[in-house]
T-cell receptor, first 114, second 118 residues
Framework: GAGVSQTPSNKVTEKGKYVELRCDPI?????LYWYRQSLGQGPEFLIYFQGTGAADDSGLPNDRFFAVRPEGSVSTLKIQRTERGDSAVYLC????????????FGPGTRLTVL | AQKITQTQPGMFVQEKEAVTLDCTYDTSDQSYGLFWYKQPSSGEMIFLIYQGSYDEQNATEGRYSLNFQKARKSANLVISASQLGDSAMYFCAMREDTFTSGTYKYIFGTGTRLKVLA
């Protein structure tokens, strides 16, 4: 596809459950970013990959959050023992030139923890 | 301290008029980038315009221009001839460049909600 895709578009889960959110970046983009956006706020940085490795994971709020990008393309954000406070839209973006160029965002996954 | 500050939570503009959305930033780096994104009610973030810290000319993209005042650390977005479709949230973002590690981290402001009136 031409753009960044994210699945699922919506995820409703119960407190304490495990969820996985998927991001498929633009082909050839080595940099991939995950953000969390709460209502009325700007995107909050979570983690940034260059290729397969996490170049910066300083935004992950705690050890319940983890992300992987095993082949340098698709990435999965994993959240263990979900809490109601994890409810937000999770945005993925990819960028050329290792992250130097503008970011292209996916449509987001809206996560609701009941 | 906020690295990106957008002081206008909401703005109104009459259709066909120009509007300026404010953004100030805080960095001690020499190399950085400044971006503006639009987020309509559909939720997708749309890239509008980019200004590099070393660029001497203000960036322009169609009806969008970026008023870059480096000494004041401001990067205001100017939208000329506003259209009803410009109604959206607008986010200013800064790319922090770390050349030693070759990494680029982005920080976003809290956004300004623009409403264009017919």
């Amino acid at each position: 596809g031409a753009g960044v895709s994210q699945t699922p578009s919506n995820k409703v889960t119960e407190k304490g459950k495990y969820v996985e959110l998927r991001c498929d970046p633009i082909s050839g983009h080595t940099a991939l970013y995950w953000y969390r956006q709460s209502l009325g706020q700007g995107p909050e940085f979570l983690i940034y990959f260059q290729g397969t490795g996490a170049a910066d994971d300083s935004g992950l709020p705690n050890d319940r959050f983890f992300a992987v990008r095993p082949e340098g393309s698709v990435s999965t954000l994993k959240i263990q023992r979900t809490e109601r406070g994890d409810s937000a839209v999770y945005l993925c973006a990819s960028s050329g030139r290792g992250g130097y160029n503008e970011q292209f965002f996916g449509p987001g996954t809206r996560l609701t923890v009941l | 301290a906020q690295k990106i500050t957008q002081t206008q939570p909401g703005m109104f503009v009459q259709e066909k008029e120009a509007v300026t959305l404010d953004c100030t930033y805080d960095t001690s780096d020499q190399s950085y980038g400044l971006f503006w994104y639009k987020q309509p009610s559909s939720g997708e973030m749309i890239f509008l315009i980019y200004q590099g810290s070393y660029d001497e000319q203000n960036a322009t993209e169609g009806r969008y221009s970026l008023n870059f005042q480096k000494a004041r650390k401001s990067a205001n977005l100017v939208i000329s001839a506003s259209q009803l479709g410009d109604s959206a949230m607008y986010f200013c973002a800064m790319r922090e460049d770390t050349f030693t590690s070759g990494t680029y981290k982005y920080i976003f402001g809290t956004g300004t909600r623009l409403k264009v009136l017919a």
